[in-house]
């Protein structure tokens, strides 16, 4: 008994309701499901040796790898400069640049896929306005084909890659930037030698997040793409639909969950970027470039009297660029932008058109596609029952991911890192090989095909978001405030309750928005679990677009568009009333 009171006494025991779940639903299958792909009880590689003996399989597979590093390299080529402008830009242009950033990011994967079939079809807007002005005869194939499923990836991953190095950069100390300038250092040199290197966390963090995503990507390649692109996803997909193998289903979902891993242990093995200097250099590439290095500094060396008579002419003017890196710095943001808007801007134009069919700009104005998606119980009653389960999905993650969180940040750092490790991991991983794990989880339980076991599937993953946000909130939370209602003799529970709870309230509804999010946008699990019995608007969606693409999508779309508005309105309001609570909480205090 005293071991169970001491036990019910250790922080780490509010992660245990979300472990639960999370073992139940998802930790166990998936150790059944690598066990079967080992021929358990047997335990041998046949199953490996069958799939990569497979000149189809191994195809599939290095074509994934492809278009998941293509994808995360123009992502990091676009991502990077328009983050170093963000967060150069002036604090309410940064706002604002950050806000238009966080809109897409928000926004239904789907409802942005769709927008670009609208777009890159054959009576899509860019064949409809290369027609008009009659520089093309017949519409362009600018679809169902590689360029497309890059277009569609990079577009909805690039704020993944943004919002990481913006977080990043800011922490720069943009003094050290000066101090090499002061020293005699080109502003590009600065940049280089400076500024990158201090960034780097940033770009790993990124590219870790873009990738291991991408590896998992499912609607976008079979929307966008023609059948000479399809994804490894796909295939696990196909496989689960149609002939059930689970042998070889087992084998897929962990040759994609090994390449993830791997990534994610390459990147953690020195997320510093440095070396043991004490290690002797062998002969190879490094060498030869330590080697170009050295002829540059002494290259540099001999032209050091005329860049101090250049640094003495330049030491008093002004710091800040020339007009052209200006206009090109707010050319190349504004692009960046409007490949981030403009989708959805179309599509919610489009969805207000009077014709049969969409067109841009249309031809007439009218409310027919949003009557019809109000009007079709098909659809209405699809809408309900994404917003009925987002709900109990949101209270049951929230409350799960809240206890986790405040447990983890009163735990040690070794039990932190490896329990959130394993709460984040149905979001760190393939999101196929997460459904396929649930999926086989949840026919254990008797819940495939029911709306309880969409919940569940839904709710293991919206709960690593919980943990995160609040996570995030309770690090700045101060724990005197705690100890000093202890010492006015509150309970632990009053003290919860009426300390700690107001004080990280934005933190838990801001889980809670992202919980519910997650809920209302997941597909693939969601088409896994559902058993065509159930039907959520992502998967009403999914069903439109791949079958006759009925223009009624574009009203739900858009819908789907201004959702993330509401979020980011009431997460501010919830920011602004805290805010004004802690004024006048102190406001009292000083009286």
């Avoid at 002797?280 to 330590?290: E, G, M, N, T």
């Avoid at 009053?494 to 919980?515: E, H, N, S």
């Amino acid at each position: 008994m005293q071991i169970i009171q001491k036990l019910g006494r250790l922080p780490i025991v509010l992660t245990f309701p979300g472990l639960a779940l999370l073992l139940v639903v998802f930790g166990i299958p998936i150790v059944l499901l690598f066990l079967t792909s080992l021929s358990a009880p047997d335990f041998s590689l046949a199953n490996y040796s069958a799939f990569l003996s497979n000149s189809a399989n191994v195809g599939v597979l290095l074509q994934t790898i492809e278009i998941s590093v293509i994808a995360t390299i123009i992502c990091i080529l676009i991502g990077y400069p328009t983050a170093y402008l963000i967060v150069a830009a002036s604090k309410p242009l940064r706002v604002v640049l950050l806000v238009l950033v966080i809109i897409p990011y928000l926004t239904s994967f789907l409802a942005r896929t769709y927008a670009w079939i609208v777009i890159l079809g054959d009576s899509g807007l860019i064949n409809n306005i290369l027609l008009h002005f009659g520089l093309i005869s017949s519409p362009l194939q600018l679809i169902f084909n590689r360029m497309a499923v890059y277009i569609g990836m990079v577009h909805i991953m690039l704020p993944m890659m943004i919002l990481p190095l913006v977080s990043v950069m800011m922490g720069i100390d943009k003094s050290l930037i000066s101090a090499a300038r002061s020293m005699g250092a080109r502003p590009f040199t600065a940049f280089w030698r400076v500024f990158i290197p201090l960034s780097l966390p940033g770009v790993r963090s990124g590219s870790l997040l873009v990738f291991v995503i991408c590896l998992g990507f499912y609607i976008t390649p079979a929307a966008l793409g023609g059948l000479g692109d399809a994804m490894l996803s796909t295939f696990i997909a196909a496989q689960v639909q149609t002939t059930f193998e689970l042998a070889g289903i087992a084998t897929s979902s962990f040759v994609l969950l090994a390449i993830a891993v791997t990534m994610l242990s390459m990147v953690g093995l020195d997320l510093s970027g440095s070396s043991d200097q004490g290690t002797p250099l062998r002969k190879s590439w490094p060498s030869r470039v330590i080697s170009v290095s050295a002829l540059n500094r002494y290259l540099g060396e001999l032209s050091a009297p005329s860049r101090a008579r250049r640094w003495t002419a330049h030491l008093y003017k002004s710091g800040g660029g020339n007009g052209w890196s200006k206009i090109s710095g707010s050319a190349f943001i504004g692009l960046v932008m409007t490949f981030l808007l403009f989708p959805e801007i179309v599509v919610i134009i489009m969805s207000f058109s009077a014709g049969a069919f969409l067109e841009f700009p249309p031809s007439g104005l009218s409310l027919q596609w949003y009557r019809s998606f109000f009007g079709d119980p098909v659809w209405y009653g699809a809408t309900q029952t994404s917003i009925k389960i987002g709900i109990v999905v949101t209270i049951l993650s929230t409350v799960f991911g809240t206890l986790a969180a405040y447990g983890l940040s009163r735990s040690d750092a070794l039990t932190r890192r490896s329990v959130t490790m394993m709460i984040l991991a149905p979001i760190t991983i393939p999101a196929i090989v997460v459904g396929v794990a649930t999926y086989l989880g949840l026919i254990k339980l008797g819940l495939i095909g029911s709306v309880t076991g969409i919940v569940l599937a839904h709710s293991i993953g919206a709960m690593g978001y919980v943990v995160v946000i609040v996570s995030a909130t309770m690090a700045n939370f101060d724990r005197r405030l705690e100890q000093a209602a202890q010492s006015m003799r509150a309970g632990p529970l009053q003290t919860f309750m009426r300390v700690t709870l107001p004080l990280i309230r934005p933190g838990i509804i801001g889980g809670a928005l992202f919980a519910f999010l997650h809920s209302f946008d997941e597909v693939v699990s969601t088409s896994l679990v559902s058993g065509f019995s159930v039907y959520t608007l992502p998967l009403k969606m999914w069903e439109n677009i791949r079958n006759e693409v009925d223009p009624t999508v574009a009203a739900v779309a858009s819908l789907l568009t201004l959702l993330p508005v509401l979020w980011l309105v009431a997460l501010y309001v919830a920011w602004w009333r805290s805010r004004a609570a802690d004024q006048e909480a102190l406001s009292k205090a000083t009286i």
